[in-house]
Each structure stands twice: as C-alpha cells, then as structure tokens.
C-alpha cells in the first residue's frame, strides 16, 4: 500500500507534468485530490500556477491569504489580485443584494481606492440605486480631492446633483486653480452632461479641451452636440475621438 506522502509525491509530479504539456485543469485534478493537510508552499505555488492559466480570478482570491503567508505574492501583489476580483464581481453583479455582499467583503484599503470605489458608484446608478449612490459619493467626496476620484466621476453613467453641487463648491473655493483643474472640470462637466445642463456642460469640455485633446474629451463634446441635433458638427467630433493620439 502506497503511503500518504508517497501519494501526495505521485500527485504533486503528474500535477507537474500536466502543467508542462498546458492542462492545468488535469494537474489542478491531482492536487484536489491532496488532502489540506499535506498541503505546503510548492502546492500552492502549482495552484495559483494552474489558476493563472485558467484565468480564475475567484480562485486566484481566494488563495491569496495562503499565497501571501508562503511568500508566493507580495502584500501588494494580493491587493492587485483584490482589486480585479471586485471589479469582477461589480461587473457580475445583478441587483442591490449583491453590491451590499460586495461593499461588505471589500478591504478596508479597497474602501478609499479611489478608481473601484468610483466603478461601486456608479454600477449602484446603473441600478438604479440613486439614494445609496449619493449618500457614498457625497461622504467620499467630503474626504477625498483626489484626481482619480474625480476621474471615476468623469465617467459615471448617470448625474447626482448633489454631487455637482460639492464640485462646483470646490470650483467656487478656489476659482484661480479650477480653471487648470482637469479632473475637476472633467467631473463637472460629466454631471452637467448626464443631468441635461449641456450648454454648462460644453463650457467645461471645451476648458478641457484647451489643456489636453484627448480622445474622452472629443466624445463627450460630440455627446453634447448629437443631445443638441447638432449632427454635422458632432460627427466631426466623434472622427476626432477615434483619431486621437492617446486612443
């Protein structure tokens, strides 16, 4: 009878071999089958190895922890893998319930990550969830100035007038620096845009687009212009918006 270790051993080199032929789904098979027990540093590394090449983010999370205690990933590097398993999960999610399970999982440090918190937001306008998005939005925005705060803002799908009225209280506080302020002038203007204030909205783009003519900044202009059945001239803009250097 074969013992244990010799058994993990056997499993551990056909685990092995069938990750050098390109079947990770074969090796992960060998090392389901080794009890956790028996389970040290190189198993895990031909885990996240077999992970990685089934591109399972869910598992690749979720072994994280281990992967980290056995120095197969830096602190960094699990916050990275965190990052793009919640935004998995926000782009998977269906309905209210779900984004409740996914603010509650989240990391502390993903709760004041400026760009997934950003995404957060505005999948909860996207659903139709106003009253939560704004009550999240107003309190980060009261903390946090950041540029990339202000850069997810640039993108969300929808406006909140609360959330204008914070940005253009910012702009007013400091009416010399706000001219400069792309990302600032950026989330204004996206707000503008989404609540149907297109002429205030054109204002700030067209600011923007004095500093930086970059390919997002020509299609909200020819956004503006389509919402004002100004076609001609928004078609000129979308050409632009595909043209530009930065796309």
Same mark, same amino acid.
């Given at each position: 009878?074969?013992?244990?270790?010799?058994? %993990?051993?056997?499993?551990?080199?056909?685990?092995? +071999?069938?990750?050098?032929?390109?079947?990770?789904?074969?090796?992960?098979?060998?090392?389901?089958?080794?009890?956790?027990?028996?389970?040290?540093?190189?198993?895990?590394?031909?885990?996240?190895? +077999?992970?990685?090449?089934?591109?399972?983010?869910?598992?690749?999370?979720?072994?994280?922890?281990? &992967? *980290?205690? /056995?120095?197969?990933?830096?602190?960094?590097?699990?916050?990275?893998?965190? $990052?793009?398993?919640? *935004? $998995?999960?926000?782009?998977?999610?269906?309905?209210?319930?779900?984004?409740?399970?996914?603010?509650?999982?989240?990391?502390?440090?993903?709760?004041?990550?400026?760009?997934?918190?950003?995404? /957060?937001?505005?999948?909860?306008?996207?659903?139709?969830?106003?009253?939560?998005?704004?009550?999240?939005?107003?309190?980060?925005?009261?903390?946090?100035?950041?540029? #990339?705060?202000?850069?997810?803002?640039?993108?969300?799908? @929808?406006?909140?007038?609360?959330?204008?009225?914070?940005?253009?209280?910012?702009?007013?506080?400091?009416?010399?620096?706000?001219? %400069?302020? %792309?990302?600032?002038?950026? #989330?204004?203007?996206?707000?503008? &845009?989404?609540?149907?204030?297109?002429?205030?909205?054109?204002?700030? /783009?067209?600011?923007?687009?004095?500093?930086?003519?970059?390919?997002?900044?020509?299609?909200?202009?020819?956004?503006?212009?389509?919402?004002?059945?100004?076609?001609?001239?928004?078609?000129? /803009?979308? *050409? @632009?918006?595909?043209? #530009?250097?930065?796309?």
């Amino acid at each position: 009878q074969i013992s244990s270790d010799a058994q %993990v051993a056997a499993n551990i080199v056909r685990a092995r +071999c069938n990750l050098r032929i390109d079947n990770p789904k074969a090796a992960l098979e060998y090392l389901d089958s080794i009890k956790e027990s028996f389970r040290n540093k190189l198993i895990y590394k031909l885990y996240y190895e +077999c992970y990685k090449r089934t591109y399972d983010i869910d598992k690749i999370y979720e072994s994280s922890a281990m &992967l *980290t205690k /056995y120095r197969l990933i830096t602190e960094q590097d699990a916050l990275n893998i965190a $990052h793009q398993y919640f *935004t $998995h999960q926000l782009k998977n999610a269906k309905n209210y319930e779900d984004m409740q399970k996914i603010y509650k999982d989240l990391p502390r440090k993903l709760k004041r990550e400026p760009d997934l918190i950003g995404s /957060y937001i505005d999948k909860l306008l996207m659903l139709g969830e106003t009253g939560r998005a704004k009550e999240l939005a107003v309190d980060i925005l009261k903390k946090d100035e950041s540029p #990339a705060f202000l850069e997810a803002i640039s993108k969300w799908s @929808k406006g909140i007038p609360e959330v204008l009225e914070l940005l253009k209280k910012k702009e007013s506080d400091n009416i010399i620096s706000a001219q %400069v302020n %792309v990302p600032l002038l950026k #989330a204004i203007g996206n707000m503008e &845009l989404q609540m149907g204030l297109l002429n205030d909205a054109m204002e700030n /783009y067209s600011k923007v687009l004095d500093m930086t003519k970059t390919s997002d900044i020509y299609y909200k202009i020819a956004q503006i212009l389509t919402q004002q059945q100004n076609y001609a001239e928004a078609t000129t /803009y979308f *050409t @632009k918006a595909a043209l #530009a250097s930065d796309k």
